[in-house]
T-cell receptor, first 113, second 118 residues
Framework: DAKTTQPPSMDCAEGRAANLPCNHS???????VYWYRQIHSQGPQYIIH???NNETNEMASLIITEDRKSSTLILPHATLRDTAVYYC??????????????FGKGTLLTVNP | GAGVSQSPSNKVTEKGKDVELRCDPI?????LYWYRQSLGQGLEFLIY????????KSGLPSDRFSAERTGGSVSTLTIQRTQQEDSAVYLC????????????????FGQGTRLTVV
């Protein structure tokens, strides 16, 4: 079962920043935080991942709290095409049972014009 | 190809028939996953391949479901005696490795096969 908690839905105005929260209070020291998104009728798409430091790429920024119990995915300038279900996943990267991505219900982000 | 390819993209079958779903992963990716997504639901893990072996089949819902992978590449998911509850989108994903290096942790998903059992 998923180890993360996300709000079921959020709205954002086009052009504004979208901040999607995720709680992972039971995260262990060797688990990474991953974000994927799924646009309607498509397969999930990788966005970003991080361990403890904040991360940024061309799609988004990931802010992880110092205690690592929560994180926020930031889409700096949301567009209508960012409307999707966003999944926050925690996962090890060090062998053993780390191979599986366990998806929860995610957050449906709706970007409004 | 450049991405994970799945075929067919849509399949309508009669209850009781067998179906085969195909996944062509990204060339060189050793890890391959099958997931299922029923209408309005999240992604349900089915099976994981590392190379040609399947160390985790725990998500297969019944013995009507089976999967194989040959040559460390193409994978086929077979559903025998299909039932209406098997209707879903079946998604395949591949990764460069089986999860040891953070540099190879991104999973690439195909567009899925939409299976409808009537």
């Amino acid at each position: 079962d998923a180890k993360t908690t996300q709000p079921p839905s959020m709205d954002c105005a086009e052009g504004r920043a979208a901040n999607l929260p995720c709680n992972h209070s039971t995260i262990s020291g060797n688990e990474y935080v991953y974000w994927y998104r799924q646009i309607h009728s498509q397969g999930p798409q990788y966005i970003i991942h991080g361990l403890k430091n904040n991360e940024t790429n061309e799609m988004a920024s990931l802010i992880i709290t110092e205690d690592r119990k929560s994180s926020t995915l930031i889409l700096p300038h949301a567009t209508l095409r960012d409307t999707a279900v966003y999944y926050c996943i925690v996962r090890e990267n060090s062998g053993g049972s780390n191979y599986k991505l366990t998806f929860g219900k995610g957050t449906l982000l709706t970007v409004n014009p | 190809g450049a991405g994970v390819s799945q075929s067919p993209s849509n399949k309508v079958t009669e209850k009781g028939k067998d179906v085969e779903l195909r996944c062509d992963p990204i060339s060189g990716h050793t890890a391959l996953y099958w997931y299922r997504q029923s209408l309005g639901q999240g992604l349900e893990f089915l099976i994981y391949f590392q190379g040609n072996s399947a160390p985790d089949k725990s998500g297969l819902p019944s013995d009507r479901f089976s999967a194989e992978r040959t040559g460390g590449s193409v994978s086929t998911l077979t559903i025998q005696r299909t039932q209406q509850e098997d209707s879903a989108v079946y998604l395949c994903a591949s990764r460069a490795r089986g999860g040891t290096s953070p540099m190879n942790t991104e999973a690439f998903f195909g567009q899925g096969t939409r299976l409808t059992v009537v």
